[in-house]
């Protein structure tokens, strides 16, 4: 009976780590495949001032303020929830190691840098989408 239930946690913790995985490719495909248009050294530099994980509530404030007028599928709770669990990861490096500390080997600063980023290219699809809407509405 004890050696079923083992298996049992075992691999209910490895299907557990295979969503987490899954979904962090999404978030890397996501970032890979946003074009690059006209605007790419405005990008280029805009990637240069924001993409570290302090920069994550300025631009999912930018979110609120460009609906998305063409699908409205993409909803950025899922990145919301995992940037504040890796904030509190981050807090609790900082009372285990020492603040100001690298937490984790660095592993909390980059994953909410990755968080950051896929927001922005999540805003950059968005603007994209409903600058083709403006140029149809116009052509009428």
């Known amino acids: 009976m004890m050696i079923s239930a083992f298996i049992l946690v075992i691999c209910f913790a490895a299907m557990v780590q295979f969503a ?3 979904w962090r490719a999404g978030l890397l495909r996501t970032i890979a495949t ?3 248009g006209d605007q790419a050294e405005m990008t280029a530099e805009i ?4 993409l ?3 920069d994550f509530a300025d631009v999912s404030s930018l979110q609120g303020l460009c609906p998305d007028l063409k699908n409205g599928r993409v909803s950025l709770r899922s990145v919301r929830v995992y940037y504040s669990f890796l904030k509190t990861m981050n807090w609790l490096g900082d009372l285990i190691v020492a603040p100001g500390a690298d ?3 660095g592993w909390t600063n980059r994953e909410m840098a990755l968080c950051t980023r896929y927001t922005a290219a999540v805003l950059s699809q968005r603007l994209h ?3 083709e809407l403006a140029t ?3 052509s009428y």
């Not at 990637?47 to 924001?50: G, I, K, Y």
């Open 20 to 22: 987490v995985f899954s």
């Open 34 to 36: 946003e074009p690059i």
């Open 47 to 50: 990637s240069r001032n924001l």
């Open 52 to 54: 570290n994980g302090r």
């Open 103 to 105: 937490g984790f080997g």
């Open 129 to 131: 989408s409903n600058q």
């Open 136 to 138: 149809e509405a116009r």
